[in-house]
Structures are given as structure tokens and as C-alpha cells.
């Protein structure tokens, strides 16, 4: 992310925040500079758009550390666009109908300094573009221990010890034999899904699929 981005991003709010141009948080030229590369690990997860190699990074940093907020709208929009055929196929094929959404969430100390949970407006700015009416929990999982930033950890090792035991289930009836979307903004070893999903089967959903936006 350069000074210049940065600096037009506070200078233009009603514009760009990586370029200053047009009158959306992201507009066109950078939405197409964002690379569209799925990832299949398995059958129950699936992240869509490349993380290093186009803005995505910088428009996540922006959103995560320098409350452009604004900008959650906009990915939420791009990840309809990458999750609405997955969930056809889904539906057709395994009846994955009427999903609820689990983001995955942030510590009470990380939402207190930050004001909110990235992956929840990421959330709501999907079900706006997608116009579909599925729940959204925000209290069914939560992370009850705090933890160092995952990308500190660079062994995959490292990464399950470090998010192991820090989420916690409430109201389990939310999701006892629903279809569940658990939802992240960025999976790389698939440490935090899999903490997550171990932790969400205790309440017995029919199936979870675990999405990602970017990888």
C-alpha cells in the first residue's frame, strides 16, 4: 500500500480509496485489477480471490486498520458475485438451502479498538449484492481467548497451536441442523476454519461450507 493510495483514500472518501477516481469505494479499473483464482482444498471449502497478487491486499488493509468501512461493501460485492453459482450448484446437487452465515470473529479487544468485525460487513455488503435474506450470526461463534495475528505465525504448526481452544459456541440452537456459511476474509493454512468448524459441529449443523474471499 503506498503513501499516495493512502493519502487519497482520506483526501477523496466519496471516491476510490485506492485510486481517488469514480464515485464508488472501489471503483472499476481496481475491481479488475482483483484476481479471480479459486481454491478448492476440499469439497467443504472454497476461497476465491488471490490475496497477494492484485489490490485485494491493500483494500483489506485499508478496511482492517484504517476504518475505510465503506470498502466491506464493495468486496461483500465481489464475493456474490464468486459465491452465488457455487451456492446454485450447492443447492442443487447436496440441497444446501437456507443457509445461516457464522463469521468468523474477532477478539472483544480487537473489536473494541477497530469498532466492528470486518467479516461481518463483508457479510452484509454479500447479502445486499446477492439480495438474498439468509441469517447473519454475529453471536453464535466468539473468541473468547485472545491471539497473536495469524500471519505472525509462519509455520502451519504455529498457526493451528496459536487459534486452537480461542473460540467459543452460544446459542447452538441457531444452527442445530441448518446448512451453515462460515465466512472468512483471508485463509491461508485453513487453521482458523478448521478451529472454527471443530467448534460449530458441536452443535450439530447439517453441513458447513467454509468460504473465504481471498486466499
Not at 483514500?9 to 472499476?28: I, M, Y
Not at 450448484?89 to 468468523?104: A, Y
Not at 469498532?115 to 455488503?125: D, H, R
Not at 461463534?141 to 500471519?151: C, G, N, V
Given at each position: ?29 481496481c475491481k479488475k485489477s482483483i484476481v479471480y483464482m479459486p481454491y478448492l482444498p476440499d469439497r467443504q471449502t472454497i476461497a476465491f480471490y488471490a490475496y497477494r497478487k492484485s489490490s485485494l ?18 468486496l461483500g460485492g465481489l464475493l456474490a458475485d464468486a459465491l452465488l453459482p457455487e451456492l446454485e450448484e450447492r443447492v442443487r446437487f447436496e440441497h444446501f438451502v437456507d443457509p445461516v452465515i ?114
Amino acid at each position: 500500500m503506498s503513501l499516495l493510495s493512502l493519502f487519497l483514500s482520506f483526501l477523496f472518501p466519496n471516491h476510490c480509496r485506492l485510486c481517488g477516481k469514480g464515485t464508488d469505494a472501489v471503483c472499476a479499473t481496481c475491481k479488475k485489477s482483483i484476481v479471480y483464482m479459486p481454491y478448492l482444498p476440499d469439497r467443504q471449502t472454497i476461497a476465491f480471490y488471490a490475496y497477494r497478487k492484485s489490490s485485494l491486499k491493500d483494500l483489506l488493509w485499508l478496511l482492517k486498520y484504517h476504518h475505510q468501512r465503506p470498502i466491506a461493501h464493495e468486496l461483500g460485492g465481489l464475493l456474490a458475485d464468486a459465491l452465488l453459482p457455487e451456492l446454485e450448484e450447492r443447492v442443487r446437487f447436496e440441497h444446501f438451502v437456507d443457509p445461516v452465515i457464522i463469521p468468523v470473529p474477532v477478539s472483544k479487544r480487537g473489536l473494541r479498538k477497530r469498532g466492528y468485525n470486518q467479516v461481518t460487513l463483508i457479510a452484509q455488503g454479500f447479502l445486499d449484492h446477492a439480495q438474498v435474506n439468509f441469517p447473519l450470526y454475529e453471536d453464535v461463534l466468539l473468541k473468547s481467548r485472545e491471539t497473536k495475528k495469524q500471519a505472525r505465525n509462519k509455520k502451519r504448526k504455529e498457526r493451528f497451536t496459536n487459534i486452537e481452544g480461542s473460540f467459543t459456541l452460544a446459542h447452538p440452537e441457531r444452527i442445530t441442523g441448518r446448512n451453515v456459511i462460515l465466512l472468512d476474509d483471508v485463509t491461508t493454512t485453513g487453521a482458523t476454519l478448521d478451529e472454527a468448524t471443530r467448534v460449530l459441529m458441536r452443535a450439530k449443523p447439517r453441513k458447513i461450507l467454509r468460504v473465504a474471499l481471498a486466499h
